[in-house]
């Protein structure tokens, strides 16, 4: 059973830092493409960046140069580094996990960004 376990959101002020976690489990992590999504309140789930298994990353336009992502394969674990938050940055952040046809989500952390 591959688990999903989204760590570190919180409340920040616009302008502030915050450091997404997700640690996966029951999956050959190091051969999965590991992303990060965001869904915001009456809005659809869109996407945030991803990481190949290869280390090969591709971000939304409205994060580059704000957000990084990163993966430490013998921890499990994928990051989201997120610098000059803005109030539109406010949502749930959700860790997704693809490999072949397997498709994995977490269950969300949230994110609220202030003016």
């Known amino acids: 059973q591959v688990q999903l376990v989204e760590s570190g959101g919180g409340f920040v002020q616009a302008g502030g830092s915050l450091r997404l976690s997700c640690r996966a489990s029951g999956t050959i992590f190091v051969l999965a493409a590991m992303g990060w999504y965001r869904q915001a309140p009456g809005k659809q789930r869109e996407f945030v960046a991803d990481?190949?298994?290869?280390?090969?990353?591709n971000y939304a336009d409205s994060v580059k140069g704000r957000f990084t992502i990163s993966r430490d394969n013998p921890k499990n674990t994928v990051f989201l580094q997120m610098n000059s938050l803005k109030p539109e940055d406010t949502a749930v952040y959700y860790c997704?996990?693809?490999?072949?046809?397997?498709?994995?989500w977490g269950q969300g952390t949230q994110v609220t960004v202030s003016s």
């Open positions: 990481i190949t298994s290869g280390g090969t990353t």
């Open positions: 997704r996990s693809r490999r072949g046809y397997n498709d994995y």
